[in-house]
Structure formats: structure tokens, C-alpha cells
């Protein structure tokens, strides 16, 4: 089945109150990769929650080639157009190229293409060239390979279509796991029983200390994506300060608790980026984004970083900044060492 390997990795992103409606999804997926139906008309002919369809699709066209899960060609190419500029191997004027004029590419109209877009000859026969080696009308049946990954995460973080961000932890429900079933001739053998007992033992440990460990890493988790909202809205320069004791007072737990929830802990965000979970902690990360922003705009003093901070309402020392300057590998005056 060519989408097995895909709907193994959907499972992974999608939000686990909709994983059964994964597989209802996936049906409706052409050889072209495309949706056969609008996810609406997929809801209601199956009767499904529309949002639970619509996360079937986020979570296959995250795990899925790009141009996965789109409803027509169109939608398709459109998808691989954004996709080469968001890699910067195209300008954005590609997509308007692409939704507008694909039969000038077919035809080979530059001409065309450069009156009504505004460019020269040279810069459009030169996306002819890229459009015709890069976009494919069918998205492959194998899973993309990831970028920017560098691991298989432990907390998940959805924005819900309100903006609300919610925090999802695997645990034994998560991965489906339970005791297997034994037949009632196997309960009836007293030495398959005594064989029996050890193993199931074992396993309902193993179930447990998987959920003892997805509810302490939830609570965690939970407390600091509310705190950290602002830096899932607008990256660095949105993060508060946070420290795991503040954690802890806040949840009633010990430091050191805090501490090894978060160790080696790794975070996927709304936007499908793994962060560590323990880069969320700390209280210069705003600072230090800000004094790399500053930074890369020329050569900066630390004295006017410090009034540029101030500015900025962080008000830092003039040996601190030069302190976080030095981590971030930044010269004085603003350049960039060399490594």
C-alpha cells in the first residue's frame, strides 16, 4: 500500500483525539497524492467533525512530500513553488507565476509573463527553467525528509484555530499500548497462568511509570507554553524569564523534578519545528535575540547596546551584555567572529 509509510508518520503529528480518522483520510488520498474530495465533503460523508478531518490533513501534510493532501494539481504546484521560497531557491514571485501563467510556461511565453509580472526576460526564462525542474504535478508517496529535526519529540503543541496553545505528552493511551488479550484456555492452564503473572506485572509497571511520567512532564510542559506564549507568537523576542524553580514553586514540586522533566526533552511546535524543551527556560534569551538583531544591523558598542536594551525595556549591565556578546560569538563592536 504506498501510504502506509505515510499514515505511520501522520500518526505521529496528529493530535491523538483524531488518530481514528486518520486512516479515513488517508483513504481518500489519489495516486497523485491528492485529496479526492474537500475535507469538508470528507466530514460529512463519513460523519466526522470537520475539525478533526482538518487536523487529519495538517498533521499528513506534515509528515507527508510537500503538496500532499491538496484538493487539485493547482493547489499542488502551488504548494512546491512556496516551499522553494521559503528555501530560497526561488523569489516570491514564483507563485503568482505558477497560480497565473502555467501555460505561458507550457508555451514557453516569456515575453508575456515578463510584461504583466514586471521582470526582465532573463529573470523569467529562468523560473521557466526552475518550474519545469522542480515541480512535479504529483506529490511521491515517501515521507519527506525533514529539516531542522534532531529528533523525535517529546512534547507536541497545537495552536487551535481560537489561537489557544495546547500541550499534548505521549503516554500508554498515546501509543496504544495495553496488555494483550488471553484466551480463556490459557487462564485455565495453571503453569501458562504462573508463566503469565511475571510478565504481566511487568508490563502493567511499564504501562505505569509511562503515564506517571507523561503526567509530570505534561503539568511542566503545560506551565511553561502559557508562560512562553509570546515566544511562540514571536520567537525569541517573545520569551519571558523563566526558571526552573519558578517551575516548581508554581507546581509544588522540587527543582531537581523540574530539572530532569526537562533534561534532554524535546519540544515540536505549531509551526513543526523541534526546540529543546529546556531552551524555554532561562532569563536572557530575549536579550541575548535582541543583541544579535542589533548586532547584525553593523557595528554596535556595548555601550549602545546597552542604551538600545534599555530602550527595548531590558535594562542589562554594560559587562553583562559584553558577557552575552562573548556566548554569542559576536566581536566587539558588532562583528561576527570567525570560526
Known amino acids: 500500500?504506498?501510504?502506509?509509510?505515510?499514515?505511520?508518520?501522520?500518526?505521529?503529528?496528529?493530535?491523538?483525539?483524531?488518530?481514528?480518522?486518520?486512516?479515513?483520510?488517508?483513504?481518500?488520498?489519489?495516486?497523485?497524492?491528492?485529496?479526492?474530495?474537500?475535507?469538508?465533503?470528507?466530514?460529512?460523508?463519513?460523519?466526522?467533525?470537520?475539525?478533526a478531518v482538518a487536523e487529519a490533513v495538517r498533521a499528513i501534510k506534515a509528515a507527508g512530500p510537500v503538496g500532499v493532501a491538496e484538493t487539485s494539481v493547482i493547489d499542488l504546484?502551488?504548494?512546491?513553488?512556496?516551499?522553494?521560497?521559503?528555501?530560497?531557491?526561488?523569489?516570491?514571485?514564483?507563485?503568482?507565476?505558477?497560480?497565473?501563467?502555467?501555460?505561458?510556461?507550457?508555451?514557453?511565453?516569456?515575453?508575456?509573463?515578463?510584461?504583466?509580472?514586471?521582470?526582465?526576460?532573463?529573470?523569467?526564462?529562468?523560473?521557466?527553467?526552475?518550474?519545469?525542474?522542480k515541480l512535479r504535478p504529483v506529490a511521491a508517496v515517501e515521507v519527506a525528509e525533514r529539516t531542522g529535526s534532531s529528533g523525535i519529540p517529546d512534547v507536541f503543541v497545537y495552536r487551535t484555530r481560537s489561537g489557544v496553545l495546547e500541550v499534548e505528552v505521549p503516554d500508554s493511551e498515546w501509543f496504544g499500548l495495553r496488555l494483550a488479550e488471553v484466551t480463556p484456555a490459557v487462564r485455565a492452564d495453571a503453569e501458562a497462568?504462573?508463566?503469565?503473572?511475571g510478565h504481566e506485572r511487568a508490563a502493567r509497571e511499564l504501562l505505569r511509570q509511562?503515564?506517571?511520567?507523561?503526567?509530570?512532564?505534561?503539568?511542566?510542559?503545560?506551565?511553561?507554553?502559557?508562560?512562553?506564549?509570546?515566544?511562540?507568537?514571536?520567537?525569541?523576542?517573545?520569551?519571558?524569564?523563566?526558571?526552573?524553580?519558578?517551575?516548581?514553586?508554581?507546581?509544588?514540586?522540587?527543582?531537581?523534578?523540574?530539572?530532569?522533566?526537562?533534561?534532554?526533552?524535546?519540544?515540536?511546535?505549531?509551526?513543526?519545528?523541534?526546540?529543546?524543551?529546556?531552551?524555554?527556560?532561562?532569563?536572557?534569551?530575549?536579550?541575548?535575540?535582541?543583541?544579535?538583531e542589533l548586532a547584525a544591523a553593523g557595528r554596535v558598542s556595548d555601550a549602545r547596546l546597552c542604551r538600545a536594551l534599555a530602550d527595548s525595556g531590558h535594562i542589562v549591565a554594560r559587562r553583562t551584555v559584553a558577557k552575552y556578546r562573548a556566548e554569542l560569538g559576536i566581536a566587539a563592536g558588532g562583528l561576527r567572529r570567525r570560526t
Open 1 to 51: 500500500m504506498p501510504f502506509d509509510t505515510l499514515e505511520s508518520a501522520a500518526a505521529c503529528e496528529i493530535r491523538s483525539d483524531c488518530r481514528e480518522v486518520l486512516p479515513v483520510v488517508i483513504a481518500h488520498l489519489t495516486r497523485r497524492g491528492l485529496l479526492d474530495a474537500e475535507p469538508d465533503e470528507i466530514a460529512a460523508a463519513h460523519g466526522i467533525a470537520p475539525q
Open 77 to 133: 504546484l502551488l504548494a512546491q513553488a512556496r516551499a522553494l521560497v521559503t528555501a530560497g531557491e526561488a523569489e516570491p514571485w514564483i507563485v503568482p507565476l505558477v497560480r497565473d501563467h502555467l501555460e505561458a510556461v507550457a508555451a514557453g511565453n516569456t515575453a508575456t509573463v515578463a510584461g504583466v509580472l514586471r521582470l526582465s526576460q532573463q529573470d523569467v526564462e529562468a523560473a521557466f527553467r526552475l518550474v519545469r525542474a
Open 193 to 197: 497462568v504462573a508463566w503469565l503473572g
Open 210 to 292: 509511562l503515564d506517571i511520567r507523561g503526567s509530570v512532564l505534561r503539568r511542566v510542559a503545560t506551565y511553561i507554553v502559557d508562560r512562553q506564549a509570546g515566544y511562540f507568537a514571536r520567537g525569541p523576542a517573545g520569551h519571558v524569564p523563566l526558571t526552573r524553580t519558578d517551575v516548581a514553586v508554581e507546581l509544588g514540586l522540587h527543582p531537581s523534578t523540574v530539572s530532569r522533566c526537562v533534561a534532554g526533552k524535546l519540544l515540536r511546535d505549531p509551526d513543526g519545528q523541534i526546540v529543546a524543551l529546556a531552551d524555554l527556560l532561562g532569563g536572557a534569551v530575549a536579550i541575548k535575540a535582541r543583541i544579535a
